[in-house]
Nanobody, 118 residues
């Protein structure tokens, strides 16, 4: 049974940092390109960062230079280090493979809330 558990969100002031974690179970984690997505109220979910099994990374222009994605295949975990946070980074953050497998029937974890506000 697939399970993705995100954690590490919180309330932070502009310019601050957070580190998100996502632990996966029920999958062969190492073979997947993993991504961090976010969804702000009233907005569509968007992919902000991805990391291939090889370690190659990609970032949305809006987070490039501020966010860093990494993975630990031994721990079935993907991370998102977020620095220089801005109010527009406020969203519910999720992890999932890129793209999410059709066989997972639209599964998403509960996400972790990031709020950037003074």
């Amino acid at each position: 049974q697939v399970q993705l558990v995100e954690s590490g969100g919180g309330l932070v002031q502009p310019g601050g940092s957070l580190r998100l974690s996502c632990v996966a179970s029920g999958i062969i984690f190492r073979v997947y390109t993993m991504g961090w997505y976010r969804q702000a109220p009233g907005m569509q979910r968007e992919l902000v960062a991805s990391i291939r099994s090889s370690g190659i990374t990609n970032y949305a222009d809006s987070v490039k230079g501020r966010f860093t994605i990494s993975r630990d295949n031994a721990k079935n975990t993907v991370y998102l280090q977020m620095n220089s946070l801005k109010p527009e980074d406020t969203a519910l953050y999720y992890c999932n493979p890129v793209p999410p497998p059709n066989s997972w029937s639209g599964y998403w974890g509960q996400g972790t809330q990031v709020t950037v506000s003074s």
